[in-house]
């Protein structure tokens, strides 16, 4: 339990050195040092060593990562070294854009099923998926044991969403949606919302 | 230029402020405080008035927030009382949704052209864009005088197109690829990889 104490900040950082890991191993690599994934990532060498270590020994001293290992072990630390179930809310644009993402495999997650509310939008194939309707979405999720959804609906459907979800027994939502959602403590929210992103950024532009 | 001394924690805040005050405004609201903002949002408020206070006086002990006064001024802080324009780069499912969002408006953005290398791309209606040839993205942003883009190619094309926006003048570029750039330390990118942000709830599911 005392993994549960490290910083949320730190293990935000932890997909993004594995990301980068996994690329060094398309690339055909084998050893890598904290240097060379700093300098990929725009991340200090002493940062990236400092997080690795709160979950363990992951290199040697002076003979770096070797990058199979340390996949590996990031993988199990995040959970990700089976593959998770989604549900996606929202076939419109964003949500079938998702549905059909290609970038979800070997990463630890798989679409299952999506849903809208919309009759021209159900029974339609997304992908490989057809769009079920959103009234079936809470036992649907149920049976399939899925913890994870993705919500892709307008902003002022989003909440009722997500309500249902967590009545379905989701952990974890990913929201598209642009506003923030009120789940209970045990449920996970990241947002994805490009504008706040693009905010951010013209802050420091002329 | 004190401004520029906040730390960018604080400005990834205040684009979440921005969208939960403009919601309050779509419905109806006049007046807000920091207690109810922080509701909404899931962060304290003594936080939300410590951000705030880094850059002025926005709201009397005891009255709360105007909420059009506020949304003004963090919009002039975040420089999005205006529209920024932006080129979308890659015509895929990512692209081509990012490219039809509604959502830019009224937010500060305005997506103005869309590029693909893709002769099947080419030449095609997205929304209401025409997809130009990538060969033509250098001087066509130069000349539009953008400085905002989106990546939304492969992964192995994604550096090679960073590298060509940087020298289009691009300043800041919102990447949709699974990988992190390398560019000069005047062009802020910002990422938006789905499974970065899954990963980091996956830690904390059973």
Chains 1, 2 share one sequence.
Do not use: C
């Not at 609906?153 to 939502?173: F, S, T």
């Not at 209970?184 to 919302?193: G, M, N, S």
């Amino acid at each position: 339990m005392t993994e549960k104490m490290i910083p949320d900040i730190v293990i935000g950082r932890l997909p993004v050195y594995l990301r980068a890991l996994q690329r060094m191993v398309q690339e055909g690599r084998q050893v890598t040092s904290s240097q060379e994934l700093g300098e990929r990532l725009g991340i200090s060498a002493a940062q990236i060593r400092k997080d690795l270590s709160q979950f363990g020994e992951f290199g040697k001293q002076g003979t770096g990562y070797q990058i199979d290992y340390l996949v590996d072990q990031i993988r199990e630390i995040l959970n990700v070294n089976q593959v998770w179930e989604i549900a996606v809310i929202g076939a419109g644009d964003i949500g079938s854009a998702v549905a059909r993402y290609g970038g979800f495999a070997n990463r630890g997650f798989a679409v299952r099923m999506i849903f809208d509310n919309n009759p021209e939008a159900i029974g339609k194939l997304v992908g490989s998926f057809t769009v079920q309707e959103t009234a079936v979405m809470v036992p649907a999720i149920q049976q399939a044991g899925i913890q994870i959804a993705m919500i892709a609906v307008p902003a002022n459907q989003a909440q009722e969403v997500a309500d249902k979800l967590v009545e379905a027994g989701v952990k974890a939502i990913l929201n598209y949606a642009p506003l923030s959602l009120n789940v209970p403590e045990d449920v996970h929210v990241q947002y994805i919302d490009p504008v706040i992103h693009l905010q951010r950024m013209t802050y420091y532009l002329e």
